[in-house]
Structures are given as structure tokens and as C-alpha cells.
């Protein structure tokens, strides 16, 4: 805790040392931090929270305005839940303070709960996300492969929520074992003469803490193959379709295309999906990488007028992937706007 008072960052949805958190914007911080770095989220946070500035208007909006402020961010059921939940909550007058209120919420598991639950609320708990599960992997010297480790993780944070530290100060706990995993017990060989724990720590004792934590192989991730058209017209509008609500990139906005599949399409049979008559191009490939394959999308573009399914992309929720394909391809480079 001294380390922490000394060191803690300095981050947007933080609140002053000493004064009461806002629980909306904790759950916000939270949610956008699930599958997206601290980097990352910094600049959505902050024009989310103008965008909705209370629960009650992210309540009140609709669902395509919070999809257009996600966009970009990946995992868009995140966005959706976040919508779902702020109804909830609105109505019912506020967020539950007990963990298992807030794991009935929509988008909000197990992890979730405890962060939201010690920094807004107090609960006396500790939260392990991957900064936190490497700082324990060290602490404790587990040699044993992630993601095969996390019963041993769970069972010293355990241990450590039963410490006065937690009991008295949950919220700044949980957040000083955020900020050691970012900071001086991050990725690659940490900065243990830097550390408050270095007396107590088994890896660095055992001169393995650079070693820690151990991971299991991952497989290789597949890779999948589409066509996605672009027409745009002069005005810089652009054919645009929206996906099935449920499943990757669930209500966001796409170009049209063909299916993703294990084998790549060759121009024939892409071409009894293009969705306009038009003199269309191949202007290159798109690549993108999602958790568990990589995608490959061949563009083709073409110029025409489509009539009211033309949007302007600035009036669209566009995933980054769309984002590309909107920007060209990789073989011949090509912008639209
Ligand atoms: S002593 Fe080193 S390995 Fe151990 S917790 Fe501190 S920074 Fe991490």
C-alpha cells in the first residue's frame, strides 16, 4: 500500500487517492479493459464517457449510437452487454453492491465483478487478470504451466485476501497489483530491485522470476479466407450491410462479401455473391487477426449508386477489419477517404 500511495498511475477512469470512485465509470473502465490494452482504451474512455456521460444516457440511447462509439474496439458483444446492462441498472436504481448482484448483470463475469466490486464498492476481494496472474506466478515460484496454473493463482490470491492490506484498502489493493504487473513486474525480465515484494518473493529467490510465468504451447491459429465488395460513389458513400446480432462482430456494419471459409475463393464463385452489378476490381488483400483464427479478405471494388443502403462510413459502426478493407488492400494500396 505505501508503494502503491507512492507509485499508483495516473489513469482516466481513476479517482483521486482518497475520494469515492463513480461506480458507472469503474464498470466502464472495467468492461473496455476486458480484451483491450490500457493504451488502447484510453482515447475510447474518454470520448465514450462525453458521448454518455452517466448510466442513465448510455441507458437511454440506442444501440446503434453505442456500437458507432465501440467501434474499433473489438469484441462487440462487449457493447452490446454494456448497453443491456445500463438499461438494467437504470431501472433498477443503481448497480448491486454484492458480488453475485453484478455477475447477474449482462457482461459482467467473474473477474469483472470482483474489479467493479473491490474499486467501487469495497468488497474485500482481489481481481487476476493476466498483469496480476504473472506478478502471483512469480510470487509464488508456480511453475506450472498457464492456463493449467490458475487454480494454484487463485488459491495465493486467496491467501492474500485474507491480508490486512485487502481487508482495509480493497479497491487500492486490487489496483496496486494491477499497476506492479504493468510497471515494475511486467512482460519480460521484471525490475525486482524496484519491487516492495522482493523479500517475499519465491521466483526471485529462486532466480527464476524472468522464467515465470510458464505457458502451455498454443496452437497455431487458422486461417480463414472471404471476398468483401466495396462500391462506393462519388459522394464517398459506401454499400454497407449489418451482420446477425449474435456472433463475431454481432451488429456491427460490414461491407457485403462472401462466407468465411477454410479455403480460399476464386473470382467465379466470388463473384455470385457480389451484390451489385458493377465493373468490379480486385484492389488487394486485407488481413486481420482475431483471437482464434486469422482472416483473409480479398477486396473488390467498384463505383456505382446502390440507392439507401449507401452510408456515409462515418455514419456506420465499422469493426477495424471493415476499417481496412475500406483503406484498400495490402497487395496495391488504395484510400477512399
Ligand atoms: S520481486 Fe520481481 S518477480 Fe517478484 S513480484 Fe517483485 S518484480 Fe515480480
Known sequence: MEWYDRHRRDLPWRAAAGTVPDPYRVWLSEVMLQQTTVQAAGPYYARFLARFPSIEALAAADESAVLRAWAGLGYYARARNLHACARRVATSGGFPRTLDGLRALPGIGAYTARAIGAIAFGVPVLAVDGNVERVL????????????????????????EATRAVEARPGDAVQAMFDLGASICGKGEPACV???????????????????????????????????????????????????????LGGMDELPGTPWRDSAWNEAEAMTFAPH????????????????????????????????????????????????????????KERLF
Not at 508456480?142 to 486467496?158: E, S
Not at 521466483?203 to 479466407?225: E, N, S, T, V
Request: with cysteine; charged share 25%.
Open 194 to 248: 524496484l519491487c516492495p515484494w522482493q523479500r517475499h518473493c519465491a521466483a526471485r529467490a529462486a532466480g527464476m522470476a524472468g522464467q515465470l510465468p510458464a505457458r502451455a504451447a498454443k496452437p497455431a491459429r487458422p486461417i480463414r479466407h472471404g471476398v468483401a465488395f466495396r462500391l462506393t460513389d462519388s459522394t464517398g458513400r459506401v454499400l454497407l450491410r449489418k451482420r446477425p446480432a449474435k456472433g463475431l
Open 137 to 160: 506466478c512469480r510470487l509464488g515460484a508456480i511453475t506450472t504451466p498457464l492456463p493449467a496454473a490458475k487454480k494454484n493463482v487463485a488459491a495465493l490470491a486467496a491467501r492474500l
Open 277 to 332: 452489378p458493377a465493373g468490379w476490381r480486385d484492389v488487394g488483400e486485407v488481413r486481420h487477426v482475431f483471437t482464434h483464427f486469422e482472416l483473409r479478405l480479398t477486396v473488390y471494388a467498384a463505383e456505382g449508386d446502390a440507392g439507401a443502403d449507401m452510408r456515409h462510413p462515418d455514419q456506420a459502426a465499422l469493426p477495424s477489419v471493415m476499417r481496412k478493407c475500406l483503406e484498400g488492400g495490402g497487395r496495391r
